[in-house]
């Protein structure tokens, strides 16, 4: 097994402001993601990495920068705060055995919850 | 581009009767794979269950889902819904042409009462 974690759990910022979302995995896994989840919108994808230093664009990826510094870890800044912003940020990883007859499994960390004030 | 439609946001019903979530889709591509999500209060999403294989069931923890690329439909059903099974349940969808990437619906709250 493992564990997904993601820091800070949560986030209070001010309008205008960077910020930056954590996230590590220890399941050895190639690939990881970044998902926004709003009530009554789902979860949008905002930015995932199939590896290493590699970085692509989700559906949501406007005001956002991610970096994938290693294996293991996968980071997401906030560019510019927005006033009133209320969201849960989802990471999450999975294998990359996507081919053939196979579908591997997304495993989500637990979130972080932002506030703008 | 690819999209999962879950027309019901919430649906509540009585414990010990029959649930189904709607989830239908659309893509381009002739080999999708889908998927169910169920999130409970106070943790994360993880997976339920998952299909790639045409009219045939796939079942999970009393749960089962169909795919069915004619009508691009995936239901997920339970005979008889329990309190535990209150939670919030996403369907979604990806293909190997997508990359590794899981395009979500809205997502459908089941709350199920005493």
């Known amino acids: 097994g493992g564990i997904i974690t993601q820091t800070p759990k949560f986030l209070i910022g001010q309008e205008g402001q960077k910020l930056t979302l954590k996230c590590q995995q220890n399941?050895?896994?190639?690939?990881m993601y970044w998902y926004r989840q709003d009530s009554g919108k789902g979860l949008r994808l905002i930015y995932y990495?199939?590896?290493?230093?590699?970085?692509q664009k989700g559906d949501l990826s406007e005001g956002y920068d991610a970096s994938r510094e290693k294996k293991s870890s996968f980071s997401l800044t906030v560019t510019s705060a927005q006033k009133n912003e209320m969201a849960v940020f989802l990471c999450?990883?999975?294998?990359?055995?996507?081919?053939?007859?196979?579908?591997?499994?997304?495993?989500f960390g637990s979130g972080t919850r932002l506030t703008v004030l | 581009g690819d999209s999962v439609t879950q027309t019901e946001g919430l649906v509540t019903l009585t414990e010990g009767l029959p649930v189904m979530l709607n989830c239908t889709y659309q893509?381009?591509?002739?080999?999708?794979?889908l998927f169910w999500y169920v999130q409970h209060l106070n943790e994360s999403p993880r997976l339920l269950l998952k299909?790639?294989?045409?009219?045939k069931r796939t079942e999970h923890q009393g749960f089962h889902a169909t795919l069915h690329k004619s009508s691009s439909s995936f239901h997920l059903q339970k005979s008889s819904a329990q309190l535990s099974d209150s939670a919030l349940y996403y369907c979604?969808?990806?293909?190997?042409?997508?990359?590794?990437?899981?395009?979500f619906g809205t997502g459908t709250s089941l709350l199920v009462d005493p």
């Open positions: 999450a990883s999975s294998t990359r055995d996507w081919g053939g007859s196979s579908a591997e499994t997304l495993y």
């Open positions: 399941f050895n896994h190639d690939t």
């Open positions: 990495s199939i590896t290493e230093n590699d970085l």
């Open positions: 893509t381009i591509y002739s080999n999708p794979f």
């Open positions: 299909s790639f294989t045409d009219n």
């Open positions: 979604a969808l990806s293909d190997r042409h997508m990359g590794y990437k899981l395009t």
